[in-house]
């Protein structure tokens, strides 16, 4: 039985010891924001935080990360809050998503250490594979959260999860709230 912290809570998996880390995340505790992309470890769509570190989940075993900590892409805020998360999204640099979580962890890991990245230090920091090519936009992005973490920038983002669509549409005009169904209630 190995035994971890995953998104603040003590977990134990009764698992093999050989297995990746990514596939008890998505498997066994079902955070499957965590995505497998390559299973070789090119890709980077599997990044999670590992005691701060950025590392990718399907290169290392539960034996490896037994008594350590482990951050998924759904514990890094709750409400999509955070800076990297909202200067995404400001920054049109999510396409097709998939690649999302991974650049949103390797990109906050970045932001912990350094609050000043240079292009070269995001190219560094960031070598996931974006199928659709977001790279200009996603280092524009990671400058913007970067402002925001330093307090020197706000975002108006759009609104957190759990908002009626009637709601996220009054609080962003270009959004239309979809018509009720017959089964659903109007208000």
């Given at each position: ?31 499957t ?6 299973g ?106 970067a ?30 709230a ?10």
């Open positions: 039985m190995t035994k971890l912290t995953v998104n603040d809570r003590p977990v134990e998996y009764r698992m093999d010891p050989e297995t990746p880390l990514l596939w008890a995340l998505r498997d066994a505790s079902n955070l924001g965590t995505k497998y992309g390559c070789n470890g090119d890709c980077g769509a599997c990044i999670v935080d590992i005691d701060g570190t950025a590392i990718r989940s399907c290169l290392v075993t539960l034996a490896e990360v037994e008594g350590r900590f482990v951050t998924t892409i759904e514990a890094l805020s709750r409400d999509r809050s955070h800076p990297v998360q909202q200067a995404m999204v400001a920054e049109q640099a999510i396409q097709c998503g998939f690649c999302t979580p991974g650049i949103v962890m390797a990109a906050s890991a970045l932001l912990r250490r350094n609050d000043r990245p240079s292009d070269a230090d995001i190219d560094e920091a960031i070598q996931n594979i974006c199928r659709c090519g977001v790279y200009p936009r996603l280092r524009e992005a990671i400058k913007r959260a402002r925001v973490a330093r307090r020197e920038e706000r975002i108006s983002a759009a609104p957190p999860p759990g908002i009626s669509p009637a709601d996220a549409a009054e609080a962003v005009p270009s959004l239309t979809p018509a009720p169904t017959q089964n659903e209630p109007t208000e």
